[in-house]
């Protein structure tokens, strides 16, 4: 049962559109205006630096936790050195956006661009990539759905776990202070890779100082706010704020309280520096429960305000708002910042990790109802029953949470990454469905990847079915090809000439951010960035894990194939230049054909006809790009991770082979086509489980859809439990749920005043229905509703 104060924070949280704050823009600007000259890496930390000292301070009512980005409680912010040219573009028409809109008022548009955009015109990190990406690159890979990396040059990277264990919370933030300190007292300037280091440390402690200075200034506030307010219990509360702010994060925490404090002022302190996707959180329940625990034992807390301060903690997560582009918000929908909270799982010595601190974490997910933190958990064979129990409780309960993942196979994904045992024992999820570790670098969404245009431009020489435009290699007329063999060799021919370009402009980036966005705050979060006395864009972190490229459309393109080899060559039922005429009609004239190609075998039915496809396609693409390096030497990595990416991949794609019409959604993750998974949720498991999975370090993701009468019980939970080990034991890493009605779903649609809090699961991750665009609505309820 939340209390009055959440239940009247979560309220805001539901009916409050997102608004957007230019302060830290203009105080960065102004910032770089008196830096010029100086080094990149200290002009980034003196502009942070700046921000916390100057962008305003609110503390909103009944809050616990405090830190605001903005004016606004639901806020969001611009970052003009990352992009601000689609901001200018898109701006005047925020609050009409299908996917994701913003208020911003006419006076805000008209200050940021006569005081803010003409400041980083030719600056911005965009503008530099766009100008170096290749054309034959850029024509396929820039806001067309067939390549797209976008986040990566209009965003900053993100993609860290701050590391509470052994940097943040043992040392504080005055501590990494005095590190950097010690450090620079060793170097000797006459090395130029020392005074490389100098400039580093010197950044890390402005941007220490920042956070420090940041939280002081909300002390301040606190104090005064007690001083005039008349309630004693609230006046008393404004006490303790200011000393937590007043003790964390410049020194460690020692209780419950302040450690939940310290942790909120480090995200705050990654979005004023990046505004960044993926700023995990982390293994929650295990840097946190030792002081719940002692707090407890020594009568500090109560078990009830323990789980309030949790509460709060998530409502924090998720009034911050990630702007973003309205191609971006296509691939990302739903205000989703990919925050992701991971509980359970085993520990770095291989022992349970499982404590109080995690079932509060689930209770949180379940009561408070936000889209924020991205809960998932980690599922060992030997896992406590009364875990996995709490897990499936909560999955019937319709919010699509948890993201449910194999222990073990996220612990050897790591391990064929170059992880050390103890280190690939201890990960945690990054953004959606990636294994991950507090002590790595990486971009773990750095391309998204259209299976299905390569299998259009082989059929189709090169050609787009929707444009016309040439975008792919030269191709013979497939009413040539004489057989399977060489329709498979003409798509894999298309796939790897696609690999090669999303290599290219990961690439780009990477060197640019290197050049153009250093992160000495995040750096400082690292242990091995200290250790080194290099940043994470320079591949400072213990691991520099290869980006990871994303692809999209599996179960398309292995139905696509299956349904060519079956119509064309097995069964004679048309000839390939028939079938071609078919696919450039949309299907129209061609009906009987349609339901013949609907009626072949599908992906997620467990046949090993289709299924066969689906694995070769995977291990294709896994040899592929694992081949490249990135710019620190590192192997590319290879995911199957969904988010809301198969909607404008399938948008820009024509008819396929498998039956689906023009502009239809693709398929995400290793999920099944929607639909067509027409036998059991069991038996979409185990054609999924025939993937090699575990060499997708990059993350799988699995999204069934379940009638909620089958969970309904504690039985029908008990069976969904074993199904999910089942899963496991079979070598399938991740599973998600979204068991709601389609009824529920339409009526959401018709009366979305009706169901602000309603959550579903988009992808690798949950958002409000109501907040989704009416495509990704319906590509939701398209989806099998399974009833065993």
Request: charged share 25%; hydrophobic share 35%; proline share 4%.
């Amino acid at each position: 049962m939340l209390t009055d104060r959440i239940e009247k924070i979560r309220q805001n949280y539901v009916n409050t559109k997102p608004a957007i704050s230019y302060e830290r823009a203009l105080i960065w600007t102004e910032s770089h205006r008196k830096t010029e000259g100086l080094p990149i890496a200290i002009r980034r930390a003196q502009a942070f630096y700046d921000c916390c000292d100057q962008i305003g301070v609110h503390i909103f009512e009944g809050e616990l936790l405090v830190g605001a980005i903005g004016e606004f409680r639901k806020c969001g912010i611009l970052t003009p050195e990352y992009s601000w040219t689609w901001v200018d573009r898109e701006m005047d028409h925020f609050s009409e956006r299908k996917q994701d809109p913003y208020e911003m008022t006419a006076a805000q548009r008209a200050f940021v661009r006569k005081n803010i955009f003409p400041y980083w015109k030719g600056k911005s990190l965009e503008e530099a990539f766009l100008l170096r990406l290749p054309e034959e690159t850029k024509k396929i890979g820039v806001d067309t759905g067939i390549i797209d990396s976008d986040s990566k040059w209009r965003q900053a990277v993100g993609e860290v776990t701050p590391d509470y264990q052994d940097q943040l919370f043992p040392k504080g933030f005055g501590g990494i202070i005095r590190e950097a300190e010690e450090h620079i007292g060793k170097l000797d300037l006459t090395k130029p890779e020392d005074e490389e280091k100098k400039e580093f440390y010197d950044s890390v402690i402005l941007t220490s100082r920042g956070i420090i200075r940041y939280a002081n200034r909300y002390a301040e506030e606190a104090e005064r706010m007690a001083a005039q307010e008349k309630d004693e219990v609230r006046r008393e509360e404004l006490r303790v704020i200011a000393a937590n702010c007043r003790k964390v994060p410049e020194n460690p925490p020692e209780t419950f309280y302040e450690a939940l404090q310290f942790m909120w002022f480090v995200q705050i302190g990654g979005i004023l520096t990046e505004n960044p996707l993926s700023l995990n959180p982390g293994r929650f329940d295990q840097y946190t429960d030792p002081f719940y625990e002692a707090d407890l034992a020594a009568g500090r807390i109560t078990p009830d305000f323990g789980q309030e301060l949790v509460d709060a903690l998530w409502l924090k997560y998720s009034e911050w708002v990630w702007t973003i582009s309205a191609n971006t918000a296509d691939y990302f929908a739903g205000y989703n910042q990919f925050q992701n909270l991971t509980v359970g799982g085993k520990k770095r010595d291989g022992s349970d990790g499982t404590n109080p601190v995690t079932y509060m974490a689930l209770k949180a997910t379940g009561e408070v109802k936000t889209h924020q933190p991205g809960l998932s958990v980690r599922v060992s064979q030997t896992c406590p029953k009364e875990f996995l129990n709490a897990v499936t409780a909560l999955v019937a309960e319709g919010t699509g949470f948890p993201a449910i993942h194999s222990d073990s196979v996220g612990y050897q994904m790591l391990l064929n990454a170059g992880y050390e045992p103890e280190d690939a024992r201890d990960w945690n999820n990054c953004g959606c469905v990636v294994p991950h570790n507090r002590k790595t670098g990486e971009w773990t969404a750095a391309v998204n990847m259209n299976f299905g245009s390569a299998m259009e431009y082989a059929l189709n020489q090169g050609v787009s079915l929707m444009t016309g435009e040439k975008m792919g290699l030269d191709e013979k007329p497939a009413a040539e090809m004489t057989s399977f063999e060489e329709v498979k060799q003409a798509f894999f021919r298309q796939f790897d000439n696609l690999c090669y370009h999303s290599v290219i402009s990961v690439i780009e980036a990477q060197r640019l951010h290197e050049e153009m966005v250093p992160r000495p705050f995040l750096s400082s979060c690292i242990e091995s960035c200290m250790e080194n006395g290099k940043d994470l864009s320079r591949g400072g972190a213990k691991y520099n894990v290869g980006p990871v490229i994303t692809g999209i459309g599996l179960a398309v393109v292995a139905n696509s194939l299956a349904a060519v080899r079956k119509l064309v060559f097995e069964d004679h039922e048309t000839d390939m230049a028939t079938l071609i005429q078919a696919l450039r009609a949309n299907w129209e004239g061609y009906e009987q054909l349609r339901e013949k190609a609907k009626a072949c075998p599908k992906y997620g039915n467990d046949e090993d006809y289709v299924d066969d496809l689906a694995l070769e396609v995977a291990n294709h693409f896994y040899e592929k790009i694992h081949g490249y390096r990135d710019i620190f030497g590192s192997p590319f990595n290879t995911a199957f991770m969904g988010i809301s990416n198969y909607i404008p991949m399938g948008r820009v794609l024509g008819a396929t082979p498998c039956g689906r019409k023009n502009g239809e959604p693709s398929s995400e993750g290793v999920s099944p086509y929607v639909g067509t998974d027409h036998s059991t949720p069991l038996a979409a498991m185990k054609s999924t489980a025939k993937l090699n999975q575990e060499i997708h370090s990059g993350g799988t993701l699995l999204n069934l859809r379940l009638n909620p009468e089958i969970v309904a019980t504690k039985r029908g939970q008990a069976n969904l439990g074993a199904m999910v080990q089942s899963l496991f034991s079979m070598g399938g890493f991740h599973v998600q749920f979204n068991c709601i009605r389609s009824e529920t779903l339409r009526d959401a649609q018709a009366h979305p005043e009706n169901y602000r809090d309603l959550l579903v699961r988009v992808a690798g991750y949950s958002t409000q229905f109501v907040n989704l665009s009416r495509s990704m609505q319906d590509a939701i309820i398209a989806r099998t509703e399974h009833n065993y």
